[in-house]
């Protein structure tokens, strides 16, 4: 059975409280770029942590926490605080870390609020660009106050393709074979290095689908939601994993895809 709606004036305090916060990180990450020096790796001796992930997810949870007590944390940097009401937060500090690392572009923080049907309230801020792109369930997608809207007239043929990669070796040799095979299918391919970021520019049309099949948690809570609520459709690329990966597309294109991907890849999807 669903639960009920969160009250409308509560779903906006918490959208509020995740733009401040994204916002706050957002500023901090800036202020600490110049002269970053990789801290740590995670996954494998390419995925690295730097300070300033540390910071910004420090300065999240602390933030969150003062305000909202009750409420789980889920963060990329390892914080897990314990819940008691019903609302989950996930937070990707930094979600592309190697960009940032190399002062490129295509960095962002991503906090997400889920409850027991799922993404509540998504937001992701974009510092380099001054960019705050948000949702709540049911009441659509904006970047910065303009609503959003997928790309609803492109075909596969046409279409602009946002991916990324595991640091797993094994992982990349499937995901590269993927590649290889829907690429000539398409219009192009770009990879970012921000899965959070790709979302949000599926959901503003400066990508036309997503589609990455090995990914965490944190690194789409919030893009799916706003992705979802600017009209894309949203399903796994792979069962039976806890980062099973998504594909994101306009409905019409994402049948097509879906179609390419299972064809070439003898799996089935399921949203």
Known sequence: MASAPAPTGLVSSLADIAITTAKAAGRLLLERQPGIRQAATKSSPTDPVTDADRAAERLVVGAIS??????????????????????????????????????????????????????????????LHDETFSAVRGGGAYRDGEPLRVNDDVSA???????????????????????????????????????????????????????????????????ALIAREAGATITRLRDGTDNHGLLVAPPALHGELAHLVAEKSGERQRP
């Open 66 to 127: 003062a305000i909202r007590p009750e409420d789980e944390i889920f963060a990329e940097e390892g914080t897990r605080v314990a819940g008691t009401s019903g609302l989950r937060w996930v937070i990707d500090p930094l979600d592309g870390t190697v960009n940032y690392l190399y002062q490129r572009v295509g960095w962002v923080v991503s906090i997400a609020i889920e409850d027991s049907d799922g993404a509540l309230v998504g937001v992701v801020v974009n510092p």
């Open 157 to 223: 043929a046409m279409a602009l393709v946002g991916t990324g990669f595991s640091y797993q070796r094994e992982s990349r040799h499937r995901q590269g074979d993927l590649l290889a095979r829907l690429l000539p299918s398409v219009r192009d391919v770009r990879r970012t290095g921000t899965c959070a970021g790709d979302l949000c520019d599926v959901a503003a049309g400066r990508l036309d689908a997503f589609l990455e099949d090995e990914l965490s948690p944190w690194d789409w809570a919030a893009g």
